[in-house]
């Protein structure tokens, strides 16, 4: 068993940035003194719960945006806002300067990426891609290489932060990737969010993001199970909420989403199937370097429950649901 200090030793410390208080004409005319010019027309890829927030912030924020999405009359709330509108990825790339992608998951940002009438068609030298989905490092390879085959630049930045710091622009960025377009897109990674974190070489954001969801995953899930033995027991779930938001174990996730749980209600902010996804995406990154994770693996299991009990859409907290579910059977016994 090695020592804390040589088991850590050999990793680097990334670059911690938080954001800028400053509205963007301040960023504009900073560029002389050293901080870049944010790109003047910026795409934006994936109009779905995280992406519509954060698209309208860069809009309000006075930024030439245009959009695209599979399901158009999502975008049409940005549009009356005075978002342009392309029809295909390619085309939204071709007009823009860089281009931020929000999509559901691997395939998906592949194909948006990658495929036919794809966001690499549209791309060139002087463009950038910032794929802020959250996939797995192969994924982010994968379209890191055909983004860059075209002569532009490419930057993975998923992000830690649910619907309302969406809405809040209070995200964190967990970037990797091309450092000059890192430093191109900051001021628009600051309207978004509240801080960022670059991690060097692409893979390494995706890696960040999957470790953050997969604790988050276990977490919730024995949350669940406090919450479900707590009644069994007697006690008063409620309180139980308030106990936990008062101690050292104390996290927002809890007070936010307890009382809901409660009221067997499940107001959707991160879909469950994006944290089923995130967990088995997870179980991958673990068993590339043998890692054993069994807390995650179990996790996993219980939001596979919940996929097949027809919960994929509700919230990730709907995963009380499985263990429901399992408690009932053991009472038939
Ligand atoms: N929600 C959160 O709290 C949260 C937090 C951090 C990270 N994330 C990650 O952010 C990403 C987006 O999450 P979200 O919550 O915004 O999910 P979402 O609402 O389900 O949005 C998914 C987006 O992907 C698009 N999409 C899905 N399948 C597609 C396909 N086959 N072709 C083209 N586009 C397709 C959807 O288009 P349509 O509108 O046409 O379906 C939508 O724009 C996911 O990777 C998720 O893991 C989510």
Redesign the pocket.
Known sequence: MPSTTTFWSHIPRPMVMKRFSAPISSYVSAGAQGITDPPARVGFL??????SPMAHNLLKAGIDLTVW???KS?CDPLISLGAKYKPSPEEVTASCDVTFA????PQ?AV??ACGKHGAANGMGPGKGYVDV???DGDTSKLISGNIKSTGALFLEA??????KPAEDGQLIFLTAGDRDLYERVAPLLDIMGKSKFYLGDVGNGAAMKLIVNMIMGSMMASFSEGLLLSEKVGLDPDVLVQVVSQGAISAPMYSTKGPSMIQSLYPT???LK?QQ??LRLALGLAESVSQPIPIAAAANELYKVAKSQGLSDQDFSAVIEALKSKIQHSETK
């Open positions: 994936g109009i779905g719960i995280m992406g999405n599979r399901t999502k929000m999509l559901a998951d998906t194909h948006v989905s959250t996939v998923p992000v830690s932060g649910s619907k902010a991160f879909p994006h996804k995130d």
